[in-house]
């Protein structure tokens, strides 16, 4: 009958029995043996310990960055949407004031009257507006128009204008006349309204009232 032989447990036995020389190899691989095994282990923590490090500082570095950055952006959206806001309000200021000044403007606007030109005087026509005058708020008076001299016009009056929108005195201003080309004339409005022209050239095709303008003269006290 053979006998079973159980296995030899994993452990370290003394060799009581053993030479002197074999258990001082015993214990030297021991101790040779336990520092390869643990400083590799070590070393590897350290490693894992400072890659974890790392991540996280870098973790908490995009964190703080991406709170920066929202508060950045929050603070310009909240002085965009103020600018935004002042600027819709001076804007409709603005809008405001435009109006007002547009119906200031159409009150101050004057209403053109057609004069009647005298004969020996026609209307120049197209393009051209007609010899009309009007007076605005600030009672000045404005001629506007051109016309055409005939065979009299030399010496006859191109119009007369009515009371209200006469001078208080004899006035003489400079126009535009032209024949081949423009020169300058010189008309004149009497305090009775009559409206003529000194020493018009006789080759003369046409004169303009647009720079003619004057304050009228005070209504008389009733």
């Not at 400083?39 to 500082?57: W, Y």
């Not at 600027?87 to 004057?110: F, R, W």
């Not at 506007?144 to 065979?151: D, Q």
């Amino acid at each position: 009958m053979k006998r079973s032989l159980s296995p030899c447990p994993k452990k370290w036995v003394p060799l009581l029995d053993a030479p002197n020389h074999v258990k001082a190899f015993n214990f030297s691989f021991r101790a040779m043996k336990q520092p390869t095994i643990k400083e590799p282990r070590k070393k590897m923590n350290q490693s894992v310990l400072t890659a974890v490090i790392s991540a996280i500082v870098a973790v908490l570095t995009a964190v703080i960055s991406a709170f920066t950055t929202i508060s950045l952006k929050k603070a310009e959206l909240e002085k965009a949407s103020t600018t935004a806001q002042n600027t819709q309000e001076q804007t409709g200021t603005l809008i405001k004031q435009v109006k007002e000044a547009k119906a200031q403007l159409a009150d101050s606007v004057p209403n053109w009257t057609p004069a009647r030109v005298e004969p020996g005087w026609s209307l120049y026509g197209e393009p051209y507006s007609d010899p009309s005058y009007a007076k605005d708020q600030l009672r000045f008076v404005h001629l506007r128009g051109l016309a055409k001299p005939g065979a009299q016009g030399q010496k006859t009056p191109l119009m007369f204008l009515p009371d209200g929108f006469r001078p208080d005195h004899q006035m003489q201003v400079v126009v535009a006349c032209g024949g081949g080309y423009p020169i300058p004339c010189l008309v004149v409005i009497e305090k009775d309204g009559r409206v003529w022209f000194n020493r018009l050239d006789p080759h003369t095709s046409w004169v303009g009232l647009d720079t003619v303008s004057f304050t009228a003269a005070q209504p008389p006290n009733r």
